[in-house]
């Protein structure tokens, strides 16, 4: 993790690591740490390919998303090992609605993926439960996709785009709605799906500069949250709620605040 001094912590940013013990699993905590170095290595590529893309923006601030995708300890980004356990009852699959995920957006500037893999209840390597199970996000149309690996592919690497980016390129890009399938029905002591998730993103206090040609509320007007739940705050009414007043910058704490205080509401 980044090494941030104990005054400049954030409680919702900043937190001690969580790893199984050496015991547990050998040699998990220096693979998955080399993992994401790698996952952030590539992304810190892309974004400089992205930020050639958004100098076309009128008033883009030239080279924010390389900047924030950075290597490096005073780096704000999070790696999450996610396994997403089988269902033991169908009432989980109601409860649920079938998704291991719910629809939902990323707050960050870019996030990377290792494609998911499937583990059998002794953590081998076990095929899909069914043809439906996996990471999907929605178009701009709001059509569901699978996301997955061409034929043929042995390898590779995902990238989403989060809200912070959205923000920053005036919503020329937009951020990527996804949801993970789970399995169509209960299988205790099933399958499992195991991914790796590479949040790259500011630190609290760093800014969200919108091009200097548009306002937050021009931002918000083209937004991809209207593909979500209405559980999912959109970011007209997190700008509302900040207050933002001309020439006032939006920080990525205030951002990631707002959003999480009101996930599960609903708008008016």
Not at 127 to 146: C, E, H, I, M, N
Not at 178 to 186: D, E, T
Not at 202 to 224: C, D, F, N, R, W
Not at 237 to 251: A, E, H, I, N, Y
Request: charge should be neutral; charged fraction near 20%; aromatic fraction near 6%.
């Amino acid at each position: 993790g980044a090494h941030v001094e104990p005054k400049a912590r954030v409680p919702l940013f900043h937190n001690e690591n969580l790893f199984p013990t050496e015991e547990q699993l050998p040699g998990f905590k220096a693979s998955a740490r080399r993992a994401a170095q790698l996952v952030v290595s590539v992304g810190h590529e892309l974004a400089q390919l992205i930020d050639r893309r958004l100098d076309l923006v009128p008033g883009y601030a030239s080279g924010s998303l390389t900047a924030v995708v950075r290597k490096g300890p005073d780096s704000n980004h999070k790696c999450r090992l996610i396994r997403y356990h089988p269902y033991e009852t169908e009432e989980e699959v109601i409860q649920t609605k079938g998704m291991w995920a719910a629809p939902h957006l990323d707050t960050g500037s870019l996030t990377g993926l290792v494609p998911g893999i499937f583990v059998d209840a002794r953590g081998q390597p076990a095929a899909s439960p069914d043809a439906s199970t996996g990471l999907y996000v929605l178009d701009r149309q709001g059509k569901p996709l699978k996301a997955e690996l061409p034929s043929g592919v042995a390898d590779g690497l995902f990238f989403q785009i989060g809200e912070s980016l959205q923000i920053i390129s005036g919503s020329e890009l937009q951020a990527t709605p996804h949801y993970v399938q789970g399995p169509s029905c209960p299988q205790p002591g099933g399958v499992s799906r195991c991914s790796m998730a590479v949040f790259m993103q500011p630190q609290p206090h760093e800014l969200l500069p919108i091009p200097s040609k548009m306002s937050y509320e021009e931002v918000a007007g083209k937004t991809a949250d209207r593909h979500l739940p209405a559980s999912w705050p959109s970011l007209e009414k997190r700008f509302k709620q900040l207050g933002l007043s001309k020439g006032q910058v939006l920080t990525f704490g205030q951002h990631g605040e707002a959003t999480f205080s009101n996930l599960g509401r609903s708008d008016d």
